[in-house]
């Protein structure tokens, strides 16, 4: 029987059209990048303190300078050591009724009461215009910030599920077109909302298409691609969302009003509607669907762009599992090693999104220049692409995936000891910590869709990294609010789950050189298949004949 992995050697595993559809497709990455991380740049929160009115009047009549009515405005508090003016209180006097001089060196309000802020708050704005300044998500507020995040990914949650599902019912390119239509629309009502509560409204929608549909591209680029490019394109395809991290200061320094950024961000989502002439649905979706003719209209089209040559056996291309096309959640979990795989990649989903964003929120905590710093944070991601393509070829999935957890967790462990006096040892460690996390984070991404059969992958990739999402939502605020305990904590916490996670991964098979499953036989009887796969197929025939033939007797 011919499958589909042969047909693609026939019409070109990666030729000029899968070049093509891969450039195209690599573009999703770029404003995935922003949509995921832009909140370090959009929700930027820079030292603020109480603004009072009275001493605003006196710094005009006066000719005070910025420093001093701010030291004649909040007391100085201990924080970690270090005595600093407070953000969220200020010293309780009356500017207007009491008869003070312009000399600042002769004001002593040591022993003034303090309260918290009551007119707003000043801004050092460094050039920078955030949500956050806009609508005073500072102090007791600031919690608020961390809430655009998690509702960013849960809009992710629901969203991966719900055009995960689509994709597998009605397709990859009807999904992947719908979900930029919505991405468009949601990200300008994201830019224009009037107000905190629809921003973050606005903000659940955008999160509900981006995701889903970044898969569904992801998807489709490796269905349409030989076995042995399967990896470098699942890799390359996420190495663009790094570039997209790369733009995103750049972008951010010369934009610097973060309404005008999210359009920026979401300009190229209504770009992507024109794919609809410009790349294909994929075969092997249509072959699940029992669509063999589209299949073999759209692979002859590719044989011809690539200027190749397809046999007569096109005209027998089928799928052993298209009698049950129709994914469901139960597919995922129904037999043994079907559930063993979706539970241990539903973790590492996890473990990637708290300590990757983790460790990038991290950097705002530690301080320093936030575009250079965010730029250095996204170079070292490059490295983490080419080592998952110089090792998973050479080693497999399987080793590279689960030395990636296992040294980032230990980079969290150490970096969490080292003394803060060696800063960039510290710092060097904490990036080879954030490599790791990289490298495992792209890596389950590729290894997810090859865990599961065609009729039911692109569903299985959403549902597992529905995980990642619920990550998302939990990183935040598992970030800030054990740093207030202990700084290094959070770190302790992403070494404890990083190490767990590679642990788990060595329970996986391996798939180095596998053909992407069909059924969910080839994912349950792995070594039957490749000891005879012609044995396999004549007797799954039979098998089906024999429970045809006993509904038949049954229903008599």
């Given at each position: 029987?011919?499958?589909?992995?042969?047909?693609?050697k026939e019409a070109g595993a990666f030729g000029r059209c899968q070049r093509r559809i891969f450039a195209l497709?690599?573009?999703v990455s770029l404003p995935f990048a922003g949509v995921y991380v832009g909140i370090v740049f959009q929700g930027f929160t820079p030292d603020h303190w109480c603004r009072d009115p009275g001493v605003a009047e006196r710094r005009r009549a006066c000719g005070w300078n910025l420093a001093d009515s701010r030291r004649l405005t909040v007391p100085l508090i201990n924080s970690s050591g270090v005595l600093q003016h407070s953000s969220c209180e200020q010293y309780e006097v009356d500017?207007?009724?009491?008869?003070?001089?312009?000399d600042t060196l002769e004001l002593d309000l040591s022993g003034v009461p303090v309260t918290t802020c009551k007119d707003g708050w000043e801004y050092d704005y460094e050039g920078r215009q955030s949500f956050v300044t806009e609508f005073d998500l500072v102090c007791s507020d600031g919690w608020l910030v961390d809430m655009y995040q998690a509702t960013l990914n849960v809009g992710f949650l629901v969203g991966s599920i719900a055009v995960g599902y689509l994709a597998d019912r009605f397709g990859?390119?009807?999904?992947?077109?719908?979900?930029?239509?919505?991405?468009?629309?949601?990200?300008?009502?994201?830019?224009?909302?009037?107000?905190?509560?629809?921003?973050?409204?606005?903000?659940?929608?955008?999160?509900?298409a981006v995701k889903g549909g970044w898969m569904a591209a992801y998807v489709l680029i490796t269905e349409v691609v030989g076995v042995e490019y399967r990896q470098m394109v699942g890799v390359l395809f996420q190495m663009f969302f790094s570039v997209g991290v790369l733009l995103l200061p750049l972008l951010a320094?010369?934009?610097?009003?973060?309404?005008?950024?999210?359009?920026?961000?979401?300009?190229?989502?209504?770009?992507?509607?024109?794919?609809?002439w410009f790349i294909p649905e994929s075969p092997r979706w249509l072959l699940s669907q029992n669509n063999s003719s589209k299949a073999a209209e759209i692979t002859e089209a590719m044989a011809k762009e690539n200027k190749k040559k397809l046999s007569k056996n096109i005209e027998t291309l089928t799928d052993d599992n298209a009698d049950s096309s129709?994914?469901?959640?139960m597919d995922l979990i129904r037999t043994p090693n079907m559930r063993k795989h979706t539970f241990i990649l539903m973790f590492n989903w996890f473990t990637s999104a708290v300590v990757y964003q983790g460790l990038i929120m991290r950097v705002g905590i530690v301080g320093g220049n936030i575009y250079i710093d965010f730029l250095i944070s996204g170079l070292v991601e490059f490295p983490a692409a080419f080592l998952i393509l110089f090792t998973i070829e050479r080693i497999g999935r399987r080793l590279p995936f689960a030395a990636a957890n296992i040294v980032a967790g230990a980079s969290c462990f150490i970096t969490a000891f080292i003394p803060d006096s060696m800063f960039w040892f510290k710092t060097a460690v904490a990036c080879v910590g954030r490599l790791g996390i990289t490298m495992a984070f792209e890596m389950v991404v590729f290894v997810n869709t090859e865990l599961y059969p065609t009729f039911v992958r692109n569903l299985g990739v959403s549902v597992c990294s529905t995980l990642c999402d619920v990550g998302g939502i939990v990183a935040p605020f598992l970030l800030y609010r054990l740093a207030?305990?202990?700084?290094?904590?959070?770190?302790?916490?992403?070494?404890?789950?990083a190490?767990?996670?590679?642990?788990?991964?060595?329970?996986?098979?391996?798939?180095?050189?596998?053909?992407?499953?069909?059924?969910?036989?080839d994912i349950e009887f792995p070594d039957r298949n490749k000891e005879d796969p012609l044995k396999n197929q004549h007797m799954s025939k039979l098998l089906q004949s024999e429970l045809t033939n006993n509904k038949e007797a049954t229903t008599v």
């Open positions: 029987m011919t499958t589909f992995d042969d047909i693609l497709l690599c573009l500017w207007n009724t009491t008869a003070l001089t312009c990859r390119k009807m999904s992947f077109l719908i979900a930029s239509l919505l991405n468009g629309i949601a990200g300008i009502l994201v830019a224009v909302a009037p107000n905190y509560i629809s921003m973050l409204v606005f903000r659940t929608i955008y999160g509900f320094y010369f934009i610097t009003d973060w309404r005008w950024l999210q359009v920026v961000i979401t300009a190229p989502y209504f770009l992507f509607l024109s794919y609809y129709t994914a469901s959640f207030v305990i202990w700084l290094e904590l959070p770190l302790i916490i992403f070494g404890a789950i190490f767990i996670a590679g642990g788990l991964v060595l329970l996986l098979p391996e798939t180095r050189g596998v053909p992407l499953p069909d059924t969910i036989d």
